[in-house]
């Protein structure tokens, strides 16, 4: 069962029904002003940090699940009957919905009674504002007397402590009103020199800044006293709950259209310059004015709005393909890319799953989500390389979270994830890929964000090495610390308190517990800074990297493999982990994924029996399981894994993040059909038919799909925010569809399905667009290149010096 369908050349998804089976989200903003838009108008905005800098309240967990977002409300003022035109919060029955989620911006539309209302939400580039564009057509064959109720509920900024410290909260609103521009002005009479502003463009016949006055008293968003009875209260807030909330009333002539723009702003002043007049408490609004004035102009927001247009045409015109799967061609060429950029901006901290009070951006999470997002934007993954790599620990080690704000790693979490490290090797190496830039190395850059420990970043990535040999455990596979990339397995952890997190509590300094994951990991991360070394002239270190990452590969043989599929762990006495010897948890995915990936195990083939294994014991119809059995118990000396009942999360159900691994490794194996099954089996598109049982957005990944230990099978939950984007699209475009950028140009490397005779595809790499066509001549994948025209040796392509376009022929077969 569907709830929507695509619209491919608009690049929307459009919802055709407001009771989707979980409110369907959107984002907008891509720089530093950012919301979340739910299909129903549920969701928040806030500027940069989704906790410390909360613009509007949303209240988390709520029942219904999504109430609390941008409303609007329409009055018919003759009858006295109101409505949302967005279905929520008032629910009332429409006559006709539609909710278009595209790249940056949401519209939803409906009628009711004959008015027919549509609603344009976006953030205009490079403004700290956005925009909701409502139209309002009278479709009745006689003149509609309306009016037009707007309304945001603020948060007191700090979104953690504004769901808390009421005791506090509850006096400290203030809000000032001028010229029908509400502004929220909490906490800037002390130390904030930012505030909020609510514009309209319409004249007003009213306002409420105080939500009681605006609700009345026993009601919630469905029941507002000031939209039943047809008038706002100019209410001013001290204290409480400051909102804003226009009023508007008009008279439309049969047919008859009429735009009123809403626009929500954030603004900082300058610090001494947050008084007009200066000795006064008045906000100083000489920097606001001119802003919210451009923008309540319909011509400009429209203009703003074909620039977002153009900028995401842009971003997503980098890598655009043409096969037989249209599945593959929506993800490819908009949705998948869409969604990386999400990811990379958010991390895992701002979704209908992820609270935004909770964590801040990961380093593990940041450095896997660049993958997907370097090549639209290189500049922003410059950047975000240079302040995850000040937040590395002089170790080598890695804060696991930081705070977007501040920049500073999070000590609430801190380190000894492992893995940690070599994300960031594995990041760096993604964009010296993509953009050739190699003077990033030399950047210097702090450990711990501490002034005067600057070294250049590549001594950071000789740190994030030396911390894997520096902690080898007893067969020589590294130490997994507090747990490796599965933040689950807690090896060193055992809790046995309620409540206690595993993330955060002590652990032991275990000394026995390895990771055979983190063994891949620095293979693959020992190899890339070999590479770099190599080309930075200095090949005694860069053979010192490929000696190490030589003799891990081999320990991973000895020590790692279990007979048909690679171990997963020891544990903290020296016990095997994912092994035909255990009761449960006898096979994992990650290890079969990434060792292959690292290229252990590929030349004498135990990696195929790896993959084979994973093909017989943890792949099914909904995707790649993580683990089985599940873990029917909890584990004391496994930790959180052992703490879902089967079938969830990292207990046995489907982690699409991992699931590409294995995608990448058939690829690499050359079995691109068996490859691009496994991409179709959790393709967010491929599985609309089945939204009913899929729940999440169609058009987006979710972290993960029950596995078949649970009772829901095949649900998909927490959508959005998961390192499955990055690794799928990496997975997809780079590996079977084979565009990928190496240090030394773009390789054209094919593993497609035998049953595709072909594809084209169009690559923006270093200043050069590649228009490709692969044409598949028989079975295989041995890959004959010509370019413009003229055969070429191997498959590596170089930009070429002086040219912007190039046509590339490539036969496979
Ligand atoms: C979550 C985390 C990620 C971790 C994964 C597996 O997606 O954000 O860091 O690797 O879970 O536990
Ligand atoms: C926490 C969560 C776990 C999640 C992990 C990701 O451990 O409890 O479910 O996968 O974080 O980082």
Known sequence: ????????????????????????????????????????AGGY????????????????????????????????????????????PTRDALDDYSCRHGMGYTTIGSTRL??????????????????????????????????????????????????????????????????????HKTEYRERRDHFAWFACSAGLAGFDTQREAFLGPYRG???????????????????????????????????????????????????????????????????????????????????????????????????QARTPDIHTDRMVNAWNAYQCMATFNMSRSASFYESGIGRGLGFRDSNQDLLGFVQMAPARARERILDLAATQLPSGG??????????KGNNDVGGNFNDDPHWLIVGVSAYLKETGDWSILDELVPYDNQAGSEQPLFDHLRRSFRYTLDRLGPHGLPLIGRADWNDCLNLNCFSDTPGQSFQTTTNKEGKVAESVFIAALFVLAAK????????????????TCLDEAARMDATVRRHGWDGDWFLRAYDDFGAKVGSKECAEGKIFIETQGFCALAGIGLEDGLARRALDSVKERLATPHGIILQQPAYSRYYLNLGEISSYPPGYKENAGIFCHNNPWVMIAEAMA????????????????????????????????????????????????????????????????????GLRPEYDGLRIAPVIPDAWNGFEATRKFRGVVYNIAVRRAGPGNRVSLKVDGRPVEGNLIPPPAGRTEISVEATIG
């Open 221 to 319: 968003w469905d029941k507002p006293l000031a939209v039943e009875r047809g008038a706002a209260s100019n209410s001013e807030a001290h204290g409480w709950a400051p909102i804003g909330s226009h009023h508007v009333r008009m008279v439309l002539q049969p047919g008859e259209s009429r735009q009123v723009l809403f626009v929500l702003g954030y603004q900082e002043n300058p610090k001494d310059q947050k008084f007009d007049p200066p000795d006064s408490q008045i906000v100083n609004k000489r920097f606001a004015r001119p802003v919210i004035a451009r923008y309540l102009d319909a011509a400009n927001a429209d203009a703003a709005f074909a620039k977002l247009r153009a900028y995401w045409d842009g971003l997503l015109s980098v890598c």
């Open 114 to 183: 004959g008015i027919a209302a549509s609603t344009r939400y976006f953030v205009p580039l490079d403004e700290n504002l956005e925009i909701w564009q409502l139209t309002v057509t009278n479709r009745r064959a006689t003149p509609a007397e309306l009016s037009v109720f707007s309304c945001v509920e603020f948060c007191l900024w700090d979104a953690q402590d504004d769901a808390t410290n009421f005791q506090r909260n509850f006096s400290i609103g203030q809000v000032e009103i001028e010229d029908g521009v509400v502004y």
């Open 670 to 737: 050359g079995n691109g059909a068996n490859a691009h099954d496994y991409y179709s089996r959790i393709n967010p598109s491929a599985r609309e038919p089945i939204s009913d049982v899929h729940r999440c957005e169609p058009y987006v990944y979710a972290q993960m799909i029950a596995g078949r230990d649970a009772p829901s099978f095949g649900e998909a939950k927490n959508s959005w925010l998961t390192g499955t984007a990055a690794w799928n699209y990496y997975a997809i475009t780079q590996w079977i569809l």
């Open 1 to 40: 069962m569907q709830y929507g369908y695509f619209d491919d050349d608009n690049r929307e998804y459009v919802i055709t029904r407001p009771d989707t089976p979980l409110p369907w989200i959107n984002y907008l903003g891509c720089q530093e002003y950012f919301g979340i838009i739910s299909n129903t």
């Open 398 to 407: 890695a804060y696991h979270q930081y705070q977007p704000l501040t920049k």
């Open 45 to 88: 905005s806030f500027y940069r940090d989704a906790r410390l800098r909360r613009i509007t309240r949303y209240r988390y967990n709520n029942v219904p699940f999504d109430i609390g977002g941008r409303y609007l409300y329409l009055r018919d003022d003759q009858s006295g009957d109101y409505w949302s035109p967005s279905w929520q």
């Open 528 to 543: 890339e800074l070999a590479a770099i070394a190599t080309r930075r002239g200095l090949g005694e270190e860069a053979q």
